[in-house]
């Protein structure tokens, strides 16, 4: 379960009389005293608190009952690590070298027993049916064969997980061998999907498989553009339930990942035209698309780590037009794009149009090195695709654009350096 990811933090709440608690230690090679705490709700991370070093380590107590996924950021090496808590006390080493985590000890049962689990699961889908094609270059009374088909039987099982003493590892467990895990022959039915959402527990929304479930989901058909099977999955949820909710935000959410615009916008919709009550991630999913319409009024920012500027925000900026565009110095396509822009900088300053661009790196000498050669302002919160920009401007992909008016109204959302130049007359 040693996975590392980038990921930020937005905002901190405090909590008493934990339910159960979470403790990491690190070495002293980690820098920094910052450390982001979170839980899971489906594909979204939910910042849980904010806690500063104390010696080395970080504890977090929870106040509630909480089976799941669970992650540590640390800004200071933009690293983070995954674990899970069975509202159960949870007990992590963890070892740094040159500013990456390096190695993880798990003092707690859950956590050992859960990387083990996600190491097996790894080596099945991966390696076992590297192991089944190689079965047919050795005779079957060799050494290496006997050895192989040895290994495969290994690998064909499954560990066993008392669900009594460990209920999320072992719902994990059957749920992603089931309806994750690719086995021939063992490829479930959209019936099935559908059958399992609507009879599932809570574990679903923080056990990371809703969102590739739902992937499965729309794949077992050559049309991913059945709008006839999402409505019957949506029926059978039931979007005026919390669950059907989720799946719904998770449905606009792979759309709009996707580009599919016709069917984000027919499921966005739907979502708002609903009469009950909303949960928050769905309120949230309709309120991220909403902040970024034609007309709507583009939110305030701050610029964190400006380059090109001394201006405190966004709305500090006055010109008559803004371009603005997400972009990281890894981003091959905003490589291209981008320099586009520089030969007609200045006659776009002369017109009162300026360029705010704001990046989703996460080193910042490379954010740096690439922002301080574009002439115009650039801004990063140095926090790669957890920053605040993902959800505030539900952004998905880079570069991606905007062109504001005097009064930070989105007028334009082009899609590439040739559309914005169309839109403002540079060619």
């Keep these: 379960m040693k996975k590392i990811f980038l990921i930020a933090g937005v905002s901190c709440m405090a909590f008493v009389h934990a339910q159960f608690k979470v403790q990491m230690t690190a070495d ?26 104390k010696g080395n380590s970080w504890t977090v107590k929870y106040p509630e009952n909480y089976m799941g996924m669970m992650k540590i ?27 990456k985590i390096d190695d ?50 290994r690998l064909s ?10 209920p999320f590892i072992a719902y994990y467990q059957e749920v992603y061998s089931r309806y994750v895990q690719k ?17 599932t527990n809570d574990m679903l929304e923080t056990s990371s498989l809703l969102r590739p479930i739902l992937m499965n989901f729309l794949n077992t058909k050559s049309n991913v553009n059945n709008t006839a099977s999402i409505d019957k999955l949506l029926s059978a949820v039931n979007v005026e339930t919390s669950r059907g909710q989720n799946i719904l935000s998770e449905m606009i959410g792979i759309f709009d990942t996707y580009s599919m615009t016709d069917l984000k916008n ?25 902040n970024v319409n034609i007309g709507a009024v583009f939110a305030n920012a701050d610029l964190a780590h400006p380059v090109h500027t001394k201006a405190k925000t966004l709305y500090d900026i006055k010109a008559d037009r803004k371009i ?17 822009f520089i030969p007609y900088y200045q006659q776009l300053k002369k017109d009162n149009v300026d360029i705010i661009a704001f990046s989703l790196d996460s080193n910042e000498a490379e954010y740096r090195a690439k922002a301080e050669n574009y002439p115009w302002i650039s801004a990063s919160e140095l926090r790669g695709w ?42």
């Excluded at 989105?410 to 060619?427: Q, R, S, T, Y």
């Design 266 to 290: 027919r499921y966005l919709n739907q979502a708002k035209s609903l009469k009950c009550t909303i949960n928050d991630r769905l309120r949230n999913t309709i309120s991220s698309n909403d």
């Design 324 to 340: 603005i565009v997400f972009w990281s110095s890894t981003c091959s396509h905003c490589e291209k794009e981008l320099p586009q």
């Design 28 to 53: 002293g090679n980690l820098k920094g005293d910052e450390a982001y705490f979170y839980k899971l709700d489906g594909s979204k991370d939910i910042l849980i608190s904010k806690e500063n070093r």
């Design 183 to 199: 086995q021939p022959g063992s490829t479930p039915t959209q019936d099935d999907i559908i059958s399992f959402f609507v009879n």
């Design 157 to 166: 099982g499954d560990i066993t997980v008392n669900a009594s003493q460990h």
């Design 386 to 427: 957890y920053s605040s920009y993902s959800d505030q401007y539900n952004v998905h992909a880079t570069p991606t654009y905007f062109i504001l008016d005097r009064n930070n109204k989105i007028i334009a959302k082009p899609d590439h350096f040739n559309d914005v130049a169309e839109f403002l007359g540079l060619k």
């Design 104 to 153: 993880v000890v798990y003092h707690d049962e859950a956590n050992r027993l859960m990387n083990e689990v996600q190491d097996y699961d790894s080596k099945k889908e991966y390696i076992l049916p590297a192991l089944y094609q190689m079965t047919d270059y050795y005779k079957p009374s060799s050494e290496f064969y006997q050895a192989l088909n040895k290994e495969i039987g």
């Design 73 to 99: 950021y640390f800004p200071s090496i933009n690293s983070s690590l995954n674990f899970i808590s069975e509202n159960k006390d949870v007990d992590i080493d963890i070892k740094v070298k040159n500013d």
